[in-house]
C-alpha cells in the first residue's frame, strides 16, 4: 500500500504544505496560508529593522494548510499519511513560559512584539552581536564563534536573546525559556510542552546558537554570565542534545489529530531550516552550492567531514555535523537581501505612483484599485525587459546589495546598500539591471570565499522563487559567477525535503540518501554562462569590491 508524507515549509511570508507520495515523490496536493498579520504590516518597523511574527500566524498556517492539503487529495489518502516534517526560516527564536507557550500567546503580552518570534531578518541586535564578537576574542577561554564563521551576526539567536531581555523588563521577568521556531511546531504537535524536553535541531543550535559536541553544548555559564548577568542561568533551561532531521520527535498528539483529521500514529520529525532542508530537495551532493534564491538567499554546501578536517572557513554562518545530511559537515552562507533588493526599488517607483493615482478625480475607487494592482503586477516584468534591452556596463551605473546589511562573507548587519555612477541621462531599467548584477556580485563573494578557503565548488544548483520565475536573474549569476546553474524541478524544494525526511521519520527509507534518490524531481533548466558576458562583469565585479571596501570603511568610521 502507497504511503505518503506531509512536508510543511515555514516561509517569510507564508506557510506551505504538500502532500507527497513516498515511492516517488510525486506532489498529490499542496496548499498555502499567507500570514495575516505579518500582510498587514503588524509589529515590524522596517527602519528600525525590527521584523517580529505572531505566533497564531504560524498556528493558523499550519492547520489551515494541512487540512486544505488533504481534502484537495483523493479520498482514502489521509489513512495512509505516515509523517510530517516541519522546517521554519531562522535564527527565529520566541520567547516561552514554563509550560513552553510562547509569551504572545498569553493575554497580557498578545499585542507585544518582544513577546514574538523575532524574524531571521530582524536586525535590533547589531550592538549585541558584536559584544558576543569582542567577549569571544578577549575573554582569555574558548572562541565559541570558530565553528560560526569567526563573526557571530544580529540575526542569530544569542544576539536577539539578549537584545529582547534588555530591552522589555517585563519580557525578562515572564521568558523562562527561548525555543526556535523550527523546534517549537514540532513540540507543539507532539503535545511536549516542557521547553529542557523537546528535541532541539542541530541545524539551528549548530549554526545559530554556538552549540558544538566540542563545547558539552552551548556557549559557558560563565561565557554567557560575562556577556551579561541577564543571561544568568537561561543555559540551564534550554538544551545540551541536539538532533538531525531524520530523528523522531514524538508521534501526533490526541489534540492535534483530531485538528488535522490524522491518526495519533503519524510520526512527526525533529525541525530544520528551511534552506537546510531545501538542499535537500534539491538533490544536493558534497561540494554542490545549494543556493536558496528568494527574499535573502541562503546557500548550503555539504562536504565529507574528514576531508574538511580542522579547517574553519571565515566569514559565514557556521559548519555543522549532520545539520544537513547526517554524517555530512554543513556549511551555511548567504546575501540578507535578494529579491527583496528588487521588492524594494519596485515599491520605491510604485509608492508616488499609488498615491497620485489615489489622488486623482478621473477614476472611481474600484478604477484606481485595478489600476495600482495592474502596474504592481507588471513592474518588475517591465523592468526586466528593459534591462535586459542594455549592453553590460554601458550605464556606468554599479550598485551594492547591501539594503538589509552583510550576511556572508563577514557578517555586517551595519552595512547598507549603494548606486553609483548616476547621471542625468540614468533611467529605471538601468538601475534595476545593476540592482540586479548587485545581488549576483554578492553570490560571487561567497563562492570566492569558500574557494580561498579551501572549500572547492563543484557545481550550483537553485531553488526557490526567484531561481523559477527570473531566467534574466539567472543568467546575469551565471555570468557572474561564471559557472552552470541547475534549477531543481521542484515547484516546492524546501517542502519536498521536509517531506523527503518524514520519510525516514516515518521508517519507509533507512537513510535521507535514499529518500532523495526515491523522491528526487531532479532538474529543469540549466544556465551556462556566456563567455563573453563572464569577462565584463569580472571588470564590474572588481568595480563594485572597490565600492564596497570603501562604504564599509566610512560606515564603520560612524
Known amino acids: 500500500m502507497t504511503k505518503y508524507t506531509l512536508g510543511v515549509d515555514y516561509g517569510t511570508d507564508s506557510v506551505r504544505t504538500v502532500l507527497v507520495d513516498a515511492s516517488n515523490g510525486k506532489e498529490i496536493s499542496h496548499s498555502v496560508f499567507y500570514y495575516p498579520r505579518w500582510k498587514a504590516g503588524k509589529y515590524c518597523d522596517p527602519a528600525g529593522n525590527r521584523f517580529r511574527q505572531h505566533p497564531l500566524d504560524y498556528l493558523e498556517g499550519i492547520e489551515k494548510t494541512i487540512n486544505e492539503t488533504i481534502a484537495k487529495a483523493p479520498q482514502g489518502i489521509a489513512e495512509n499519511i505516515v509523517a510530517i516534517s516541519v522546517d521554519t526560516t531562522g535564527s527565529t527564536p520566541v520567547a516561552v513560559d514554563k509550560n513552553g507557550t510562547p509569551l504572545a500567546l498569553l493575554p497580557e503580552f498578545a499585542e507585544n512584539p518582544n513577546a514574538m518570534f523575532v524574524l531571521w531578518k530582524d536586525h535590533t541586535a547589531t550592538s549585541e552581536a558584536e559584544e558576543i564578537n569582542v567577549l569571544a576574542r578577549s575573554w582569555g577561554g574558548v572562541d565559541y564563534t570558530k565553528f560560526e564563521g569567526g563573526i557571530y551576526s544580529s540575526e542569530w539567536f544569542w544576539a536577539k536573546v539578549l537584545h529582547v531581555l534588555r530591552e522589555d523588563a517585563a519580557v525578562r521577568k515572564a521568558a523562562w525559556s527561548w525555543v526556535e521556531h523550527c523546534d517549537w511546531i514540532p513540540a507543539l504537535l507532539t503535545g511536549i510542552s516542557n521547553p529542557t524536553e523537546l528535541k532541539r535541531s542541530r541545524c539551528a543550535a549548530g549554526h545559530k546558537a554556538m552549540w558544538h559536541a566540542q563545547f558539552d553544548g552551548l556557549p559557558s555559564e560563565e561565557f554567557l554570565q560575562k556577556l551579561d548577568p ?33 491518526s495519533e500514529n503519524v510520526s512527526v520529525g525533529v525541525g530544520s531550516f528551511d534552506a537546510h532542508i531545501g538542499a535537500l530537495g534539491g538533490e544536493i551532493k558534497p561540494y554542490f552550492l545549494s543556493k536558496i534564491m528568494g527574499t535573502s538567499t541562503c546557500d548550503i554546501l555539504i562536504a565529507p567531514s574528514e576531508e574538511v578536517g580542522d579547517k574553519f572557513v571565515k566569514g559565514i554562518c557556521g559548519q555543522v555535523d549532520g545539520s544537513v545530511l547526517p554524517g555530512m559537515l554543513g556549511l551555511e552562507a ?15 517607483l510604485l509608492g508616488p505612483t499609488e498615491a497620485l493615482i489615489n489622488r486623482t478625480s478621473k477614476l472611481d475607487a474600484a478604477g484606481k484599485a485595478e489600476l495600482i494592482e495592474e502596474i504592481s503586477d507588471n513592474m518588475i516584468a517591465w523592468l526586466t525587459t528593459e534591462a535586459e534591452k542594455i549592453e553590460i556596463g554601458s550605464t556606468g551605473i554599479v550598485a551594492l546589495d547591501w539594503l538589509n546589511g552583510r550576511r556572508t562573507p563577514d557578517a555586517n548587519q551595519l552595512l547598507r546598500g549603494a548606486i553609483l555612477g548616476l547621471n542625468l541621462g540614468s533611467d529605471a531599467p538601468g538601475i534595476f539591471r545593476s540592482l540586479v548584477e548587485a545581488t549576483a556580485f554578492g553570490s560571487k563573494k561567497i563562492i570566492d570565499r569558500f574557494m580561498e578557503e579551501g572549500i572547492p565548488i563543484e557545481g550550483i544548483i537553485a531553488l526557490g522563487g526567484v531561481a523559477k520565475k527570473s531566467p534574466f536573474v539567472m ?32 521508517g519507509i527509507y533507512p537513510t535521507i540518501t535514499a529518500a532523495q534518490q526515491a523522491m528526487g524531481s531532479g532538474f529543469e533548466t540549466e544556465y551556462t554562462p556566456i563567455a563573453s558576458n563572464a569577462e565584463k562583469y569580472q571588470k564590474l565585479f572588481e568595480q563594485y569590491s572597490r565600492i564596497g571596501d570603501m562604504i564599509e570603511k566610512e560606515t564603520m568610521k560612524k
Do not use: H
Not at 548567504?334 to 520605491?348: E, I, N, P, T
Not at 524544494?493 to 523527503?500: F, H, I, T
Open 475 to 506: 543568467q546575469v549569476v551565471a555570468d557572474v559567477i561564471n559557472k552552470p546553474i541547475l534549477v531543481a524541478r521542484s515547484e516546492q524544494a524546501c517542502a519536498l525535503g521536509s517531506a523527503m525526511a518524514a520519510a525516514v521519520v516515518g
Open 230 to 262: 541577564v543571561l544568568a542561568g537561561l543555559r540551564s533551561r534550554l538544551y545540551v542534545d541536539t538532533y538531525t532531521c531524520e530523528v523522531k520527535a514524538g508521534n501526533l498528539s490526541a489534540e492535534w489529530a483530531k485538528r488535522l483529521g490524522l
Open 334 to 348: 548567504g546575501q540578507s537581501a535578494f529579491g527583496d533588493v528588487y521588492a524594494w526599488f519596485k515599491s520605491l
